[in-house]
């Protein structure tokens, strides 16, 4: 669905002060002068793992199990974030670089191309060029804090431009509805007027950050509505995958299960659980989208382990959830003060961490990729190596030993 003509003026006015605003810090950078590089990286033993078994030495994340292990925009912003937080500064900068040089196919819309790997005649390119919305608003994230955190006015230039091709490709005035990120530029628009939508694509605290970064945007709509959009996932209380959306004859929003993957939760929605525990208590969505996510805490309460798969409509789950569904829960637990359940899950996702690298286990293969992923964001987060602020900033444990004048 295109903006509206008045949107898109507000989107060219915003540009153009962007623009301006950032001419100004380029000057003001160039004029300072450069201190001493005294902060070194961060002792986070789990991301010396990461960096080890999943990155290679061209910053290619090595995301997919399969043999020729293909690569995604997603693992590569997840990285960069990862990076940021150890002070990882060149490890952020290979894999950024090679982002660019590998994904950043589709001209001048700015938006990288979501899946990259080897194809069926051997050679080695991007395999879809459509993007995907979570990485790049997590790529805009990324750069906009490594710029101020850092005080690096190219990532923060590379942030502001990835948002502004966000905002131009990606986000979507609904009906009855309002601002809405769709997953993608292409493909989630069905074919009888209806839209495909995804929560866990939308991390509250980085929309808060946009927010802060671009007032001129309907950031503040888009996080109200995908509360709207994760409460009206399942009466049980539990986060969907897939969500399918359409306005009814009489105007109003109407929130259905998607047609294609049906109304499950699994593997994309338990990362809604784990965005919204990382959420300040402060925002003043965080409790409604508390109250909205009760059913996971519910089912815990009957089960050790979380289910791989919910059925939203009966609230029963199936099968054993991998090790990083527990990680990730970490957050969303410690947020309903639901201390037992979370000493549990916390035990069984740092001993699988830990046994998915043992010798034997890596003799059959690389170390489960999501599974490592979710677990430095919910351990990472447990740990305290970071959190997020109310208006969307990071604060991070190495904060506490850089000063402001010794970040580079």
Same mark, same amino acid.
């Given at each position: ?17 962007? /623009? ?15 201190? $001493? ?19 290679? &030495? ?16 997603? &693992?590569?912003?997840? &990285? ?5 937080? *150890? ?27 979501? /899946?990259?790997?080897?194809? &069926?005649?051997?050679?080695? #390119? ?119 959306? #359409? ?8 929130? *259905? ?98 046994? /998915?690298?043992? $010798? ?14 979710? /677990? ?33």
């Amino acid at each position: 669905m295109k903006m509206s003509e008045r949107w898109r003026k507000v989107v060219l006015v915003w540009q153009k002060r962007a /623009s301006l605003g950032l001419g100004v810090l380029a000057l003001s950078l160039a004029s300072a002068s450069t201190p $001493p590089a005294i902060c070194t990286t961060q002792d986070w033993p789990q991301w010396r793992d990461f960096r080890q078994h999943f990155i290679a &030495a061209n910053g290619r994340v090595l995301a997919a199990s399969n043999t020729a292990r293909d690569s995604y925009s997603e &693992a590569q912003s997840y &990285a960069m974030f990862f990076a940021l937080v *150890a002070n990882d500064r060149e490890a952020f900068e290979r894999i950024w670089r090679w982002s660019q040089q590998n994904l950043m196919v589709n001209g001048a819309d700015g938006l990288p191309a979501w /899946s990259w790997g080897q194809a &069926a005649d051997g050679h080695w #390119r991007v395999l879809d060029a459509n993007s995907a919305a979570d990485a790049d608003m997590w790529f805009a994230y990324a750069l906009l804090e490594a710029g101020r955190l850092w005080q690096r006015g190219d990532y923060e230039r590379d942030g502001q431009r990835m948002l502004q091709a966000i905002s131009q490709r990606e986000l979507v005035l609904l009906p009855a509805l309002g601002a809405m990120v769709l997953p993608g530029p292409v493909g989630f628009v069905q074919t009888d007027g209806s839209w495909r939508l995804n929560a866990s694509y939308l991390p509250l605290p980085l929309l808060r950050r946009f927010e802060l970064e671009a007032p001129a945007v309907p950031w503040a709509d888009v996080a109200a509505n995908t509360v709207r959009l994760a409460a009206a996932a399942s009466q049980a209380g539990f986060a969907a995958d897939w969500t399918g959306y #359409r306005a009814d004859p009489k105007h109003q929003p109407q929130f *259905a299960e998607d047609p294609v993957t049906g109304p499950i939760g699994s593997y994309d929605a338990i990362r809604v659980y784990l965005w919204s525990g990382m959420t300040s208590a402060t925002d003043p969505l965080a409790a409604p989208l508390k109250q909205a996510l009760m059913g996971m805490n519910t089912a815990l309460k009957l089960q050790a382990i979380p289910p791989e798969v919910v059925d939203l409509n009966t609230g029963l789950g199936r099968g054993v959830g991998p090790f990083g569904f527990s990680a990730a829960l970490l957050p969303y637990l410690s947020m309903l003060g639901s201390a037992q359940a979370m000493t549990q899950q916390a035990a069984r996702a740092r001993q699988s961490l830990t046994q /998915s690298l043992a $010798p034997e286990q890596l003799l059959k293969g690389p170390p489960p990729y999501y599974d490592h992923v979710l /677990s430095l964001f919910g351990l990472g987060w447990t740990d305290n190596r970071f959190h997020f602020l109310r208006n969307g900033q990071v604060q991070l444990k190495w904060q506490t030993t850089c000063s402001p004048t010794n970040t580079h």
